[in-house]
């Protein structure tokens, strides 16, 4: 008997000693476990920040052994520099876009659609049609998915409605701007009513943005120059007609003389959700149209808000995955949280004042009218939400942009009747012959 229990003690022992040598085994090797290196690229600061505060503490045993290292690379060329990376062979996990380089990550052999790396079209739903669409290629794969959009609208000055228009109803205005036709009227108005005083917008650059967006996709067909003389025509003669009516401030976008312009002498300017999160430039300070804290603008508290005549899109963040990438995982885990995981979506969107791709999300802080104190209660969901909800276009081409230049340097010399119509358009296919000889023929003509 006392053999018996002598042998039993000492089994107790071997298997408490078996059990503290695994946990001390257990112990070791967890600390041992190598830390995996996650490369995300980015043109600035921001996704870094939503990470570090938002991400990381949210999900802390996922990235307990990753150790993030950032590539920041000026906007500047930053297109360029994330295919030559990825050409290279260089380490990137993800990486950022913005609605610009869209159709050139969406069309990259290099970015792996979303499917294959785990996110199902389910997970999809929610965002918002239009930026699905920036983040697709021209087949419809999705590679690019947007965590933050920037829908256009037009912001007025309502003192200078009721002034020279003798509209004090946002829905009139409204109905006045809804049309190109409209548009020009309005134009027209403001400057024989305030005897030149008074400019429609700062610049033409401004209001080519609905021109681009309405026009999305639309410039080619089957990889060929598609689009008719008609509408070149059709947005050529806006152009004049806007020139006539003296409707551009002739200032630069985000200048100084741009803040100064909006403040006193222009009637209205293209938005985004962009202008309610703080500064906009390094010199000179949006809050000055908004904020009860500056209220040193004359244009203070006196801007409301208008759909344009075409909707457009102002911006906004994509995240990729390259194929060659190694933590596709975790790759999928980050698109996902930032662009699928509602709650996730509505916590940056209330703490950073991010218009986020998330229809749903978007549509009830839309509805519970949020005030934003810093901007003088203005609510940048229920303003924008009208806006995002409107938005569609074909999905564009890696050529949309180039080509849109093109006619855009002509309605310089049309508008101010220094060219024919049919001059402009034939300089137009010339130039984009002479560019992209790809994608359409040499023009039989000058034009007259």
């Known amino acids: 008997m006392r053999k018996k229990m002598i042998r039993g003690i000492s089994l107790l022992l071997a298997a408490a ?7 001390s085994c257990g112990g070791e090797g967890k600390k041992n ?40 690379d000026e906007i500047n060329g930053y297109r360029e520099r ?25 069309a990259a052999p290099d970015v792996a659609p979303l499917s294959q790396i785990g996110i199902n079209e ?23 998915s947007a965590f933050s959009v920037e829908p256009g ?3 007025y000055r309502e003192d200078y409605a009721e002034q020279y228009l003798g509209i004090t109803h946002q829905e009139e205005m409204q109905e006045k701007l809804s049309s190109w036709d409209s548009f020009v009227s309005v134009a027209r108005t403001l ?6 005083k008074i400019k429609m917008l700062p610049n033409s650059a401004e209001l080519w943005k609905s021109v681009e967006w309405a026009m999305c996709g639309l410039w080619l067909s089957d990889g060929n120059l598609s689009v008719s003389d008609e509408t070149l025509g059709h947005w050529l003669e806006i152009f004049k007609e806007l020139e006539s009516a003296k409707a551009f401030a002739g200032v630069k ?4 003389d741009w803040y100064g312009a909006l403040d006193s002498g222009v009637f209205c300017f293209y938005a985004a959700p962009w202008l309610c999160r703080g500064n906009a430039s390094g010199r000179a300070d949006i809050t000055t149209i908004f904020s009860s804290t500056r209220r040193s603008g004359a244009s203070f508290g006196k801007f409301r808000t208008s759909l344009a005549p075409n909707g457009f899109v102002y911006g906004g963040n994509w995240l990729y995955c390259p194929k060659n990438s190694a933590n596709k995982d975790l790759a999928a885990e980050i698109i996902r949280a930032f662009t699928c995981d509602s709650e996730f979506m509505k916590l940056i969107a209330l703490a950073e004042v991010l218009y986020v791709n998330n229809s749903e999300v978007c549509d009830e802080l839309a509805a519970k009218k949020i005030p934003n104190p810093l901007f003088d209660g203005l609510d940048v969901f229920s303003v924008y939400n009208p806006a995002a909800r409107g938005l569609e276009f074909s999905a564009p ?22 060219i024919k119509l049919d001059k402009a358009i034939c300089d137009f296919r010339l130039n984009v012959w002479m560019k992209f000889s790809e994608i359409t023929s040499e023009p039989q003509n000058s034009g007259g």
Request: glycine share 6%; aromatic share 12%.
């Open 17 to 23: 000693m078996l059990a503290v040598s695994l946990a």
């Open 33 to 72: 476990v190598p830390k995996v290196t996650f490369r995300i690229m980015s043109w600035n600061e921001d996704f870094r920040s939503l990470m570090e505060n938002y991400f990381i503490p949210r999900h802390a045993e996922l990235m307990e052994n990753v150790n993030l290292e950032w590539v920041t």
């Open 82 to 106: 994330v295919f030559q990376r990825l050409e290279n062979g260089e380490q990137i996990d993800l990486f950022l876009g913005d609605c610009d380089t869209a159709p050139y990550f969406a």
């Open 122 to 144: 389910s997970e999809l739903s929610r965002q918002y049609r239009f930026a699905r669409t920036l983040g697709s290629d021209v087949d419809g794969i999705q590679k690019g």
């Open 153 to 155: 609208i037009l912001l």
């Open 191 to 196: 400057n024989e009513q305030s005897e030149g």
């Open 253 to 256: 976008s985000l200048d100084d």
């Open 397 to 418: 081409t890696v050529y949309d942009a180039s080509v849109s230049k093109l006619l855009y340097d002509q309605t310089k010399a049309y508008g101010k009747g220094e």
